[in-house]
Structure formats: C-alpha cells, structure tokens
C-alpha cells in the first residue's frame, strides 16, 4: 500500500511561477525524502528532511515538514520548463524499517 | 564517479518465461533495494539485500527472488511471468547505516506479452 500521497495528482503553471506540492502519510518515519522522474527514468533524489527538522533549502527547493500533521510540501521557485516531471515523495517507516514506501506522484508540468 | 547501472534497459517476454534483471549500486555503496513501478504508480518496494542477504521484502510473491554478489551488484528474478508484471524495474543503492538516501538506476522496462 501506498504511504505516501501526493497533491494535486497534476499540476500546470507557467514558466517563472512558484509550484508547490503536498504529501501526506501515515505512520512515525525518520525521514522524510524528495524525487523527481523525468517520463518514465529513473527516480533523481532532489532532498531529504529529517523527522527533527521543519524546513529545508536546496537552491530553488523549499521543503517543509509537519510531523503533527503527517504532512510534507515541496516548493519549487521559480519554475523552469527543464522542472517538468513527476515528482514523489518518500518515507521511511522509522525504526529499522529499511523500504521507502513512495506515493503516486504529483505530475508538474511547465509551459513555456 | 558511476551511478547505478542497470541492465537490460529494455525487455520483452511471454507470459510464463522468467526473466533476470541486472544492477551494480554507486561506487562505495553495499545495499541495494529493487523497486517495481507500474505505469501512473509510485515505486513498490519489492526487497533490500546487504551483505549478500535479503534483509526486508515488500508483499511480492515468491516469484520475485533476488541475489547479491561479492561485489555488491544484484540480479532480480522474476519466474512465471504474468501480464501484470510489465512495469519498470528499478534498482536503487545506498550505504548503511540507516537507509538515508537511496540513488536509483534509469530502469529496465518490462513487458509481458
């Protein structure tokens, strides 16, 4: 089963404006991680929060978690034609639980 | 510094056939998971190996075994083909401790004819 769900399942904006997706889960993790799938390759990690941490910063990437809430948001600024991909989150499932469990995507795309 | 490689990229079998799939994890990391994603789906985690062991499996049949070798590569295996295993195969590695941050290969895409 999914653990992971992202939202919106899609999303369309135009070049130079922010994206922002949202992933909720379900169980305790230890970490909480980004990737980004450009048609069907290979997953590229884009960034890793921490289950102690609230935000993170990498470039043109804001993440957010909120444990209490059991929910993640990723902000792209500034968008790009090139940020146009399916987007993920995963988790663990804390402990020793070594298996992300990833949910269903978010598909961005970017018109120029 | 080579990422995870994987190989076939692509393949096409029958219903019924078995299938091998290869990967060989980034330079200096010693765990690898395969992950099976069928088309509009998130990846399913189907099992992690370390120290040429399985140590944790997703609910996959016993179809799907696995394999890691000295050099820390993996092979995935699929018998009994079925229709619904058509889907892309991914193969990610990382270093312990902990599963921090997994790199995947780009994939083998299967399909079942």
């Known amino acids: 089963s999914q653990q992971g769900e992202e939202d919106p399942q899609a999303l369309s904006i135009q070049e130079g404006e922010n994206a922002t997706m949202n992933c909720s889960y379900k169980?305790?993790?230890?970490?909480l991680q980004w990737y980004r799938q450009n048609s069907g390759r290979g997953l590229v990690h884009l960034i890793l929060?921490?289950?102690?941490?609230r935000e993170k910063h990498s470039g043109r990437l804001r993440v957010t978690l909120d444990t209490s809430k059991k929910s993640s948001s990723l902000l792209i600024t500034a968008s790009r034609a090139a940020d146009t991909a399916s987007y993920f989150c995963?988790?663990?499932?804390?402990?020793?639980?070594?298996?992300?469990?990833f949910g269903k995507g978010t598909l961005l795309t970017v018109n120029p | 510094d080579a990422g995870v490689t994987q190989s076939p990229t692509h393949l096409i079998k029958t219903r019924g056939q078995q299938v091998t799939l290869r990967c060989s994890p980034k330079?200096?990391?010693?765990?690898v998971s395969w992950y099976q994603q069928a088309l509009g789906q998130g990846p399913q985690f189907i099992f992690q190996?370390?120290?040429?062991?399985?140590?944790q499996r997703g609910n996959f049949p016993d179809r799907f075994s696995g394999h890691q070798f000295p050099n820390y590569s993996s092979e995935l295996n699929v018998n009994a083909l079925l229709l619904g295993d058509s889907a892309l195969y991914l193969c990610?590695?990382?270093?312990?401790?902990?599963?921090?941050?997994?790199?995947f290969g780009p994939g083998t895409r299967l399909l079942v004819l």
């Open positions: 929060i921490r289950s102690n941490e």
């Open positions: 990610a590695s990382n270093r312990p401790p902990g599963q921090e941050t997994q790199y």
């Open positions: 330079s200096g990391h010693d765990t």
């Open positions: 169980t305790s993790i230890n970490n």
């Open positions: 190996y370390y120290e040429e062991e399985e140590r």
């Open positions: 995963a988790t663990d499932a804390g402990g020793s639980n070594y298996k992300l469990t």
